[in-house]
């Protein structure tokens, strides 16, 4: 369920940032325009957190090997293919095989955005595969929406409401800023326990290398 940035902040002048200077006494559920930018800067670095955190949005890229090259960069760049990358999931295989970099000899990540294939890999599988990619929530504007699942919005609530508060100073606001952040830590960790399927990961070397020859 999409979420309008106006909604969002709607829910932060109800709940946590009611009478603090952020909202408008005079009308409920209106965050004032001078603290709009940034509600607007933490609800973007609220995003990136949960959505490194957790595997909620992925991409998928063809990958094209080229004749006697091992070493493929993935660009991050805006407007690019790998625009928003956290990791590489796997990689998948014209015969539908999966494989995890991590746990594949036959691939190795030299860095996050850098992934280095063997010579049997390439000639076995070649001429082309998918990568399948974790990626991160696109920053959002004031008139877009926030696009994760909802049982996560109060979580992105508390994520900013800490950070704001703690930003405000005081020993009071502090304590609260904390106490809200601690809150957003334990929502996820709660939520990292009810769905470990969803980011296990499975070890899938393939022995066939082996079985055909392949070192």
Same mark, same amino acid.
């Given at each position: 369920?999409?979420?309008?940035?106006?909604?969002?902040?709607?829910?932060?002048?109800?709940?946590?940032?009611?009478?603090?200077?952020?909202?408008?006494?005079?009308?409920?559920?209106?965050?004032?325009?001078?603290?709009?930018?940034?509600?607007?800067?933490? =609800?973007?670095?609220?995003?990136?957190?949960? $959505? =490194?955190?957790?595997?909620?949005?992925?991409?998928?890229?063809?990958?094209?090997?080229?004749?006697?090259?091992?070493?493929?960069?993935?660009? =991050?760049?805006?407007s690019e293919d790998y625009e928003n990358l956290v990791r590489v999931l796997e990689?998948?295989?014209?015969?539908?095989?999966?494989?995890?970099?991590? =746990?594949?000899?036959?691939?190795?990540?030299?860095?996050?955005?850098?992934?280095?294939?063997?010579?049997?890999?390439?000639?076995?599988?070649?001429?082309?595969?998918?990568?399948?990619?974790?990626?991160?929530?696109?920053k959002i504007t004031t008139t877009d929406s926030i696009d994760i699942p909802?049982?996560?919005?109060?979580?992105?609530?508390?994520?900013?409401?800490?950070?704001?508060?703690?930003?405000?100073?005081?020993?009071?606001? $502090?304590?609260?800023?904390?106490?809200?952040?601690?809150?957003?830590?334990?929502?996820?960790?709660?939520?990292?326990?009810?769905?470990?399927?969803?980011?296990?990961?499975?070890?899938?070397?393939?022995?066939?290398?082996?079985?055909?020859?392949?070192?």
């Open positions: 369920m999409l979420l309008t940035f106006t909604e969002f902040t709607s829910k932060l002048a109800y709940g946590q940032l009611k009478n603090t200077s952020a909202t408008d006494n005079s009308q409920d559920g209106l965050i004032l325009p001078e603290y709009e930018k940034q509600i607007l800067d933490l =609800t973007n670095q609220g995003l990136i957190d949960i $959505t =490194t955190k957790k595997k909620l949005q992925e991409g998928i890229v063809a990958l094209t090997f080229v004749t006697n090259q091992n070493i493929y960069l993935l660009n =991050t760049d805006p990689i998948v295989t014209s015969d539908g095989r999966h494989h995890t970099p991590k =746990t594949n000899s036959n691939i190795t990540m030299v860095n996050r955005t850098t992934l280095r294939f063997s010579d049997s890999f390439i000639d076995f599988y070649g001429p082309a595969v998918d990568i399948h990619f974790q990626t991160y929530h696109p909802v049982h996560l919005h109060e979580a992105l609530v508390l994520y900013v409401s800490g950070l704001y508060l703690s930003h405000m100073g005081g020993e009071e606001h $502090t304590q609260k800023g904390d106490s809200y952040y601690g809150l957003y830590l334990q929502m996820l960790g709660v939520d990292d326990i009810q769905n470990l399927s969803g980011t296990s990961e499975v070890n899938d070397e393939d022995t066939r290398f082996f079985d055909r020859g392949f070192v």
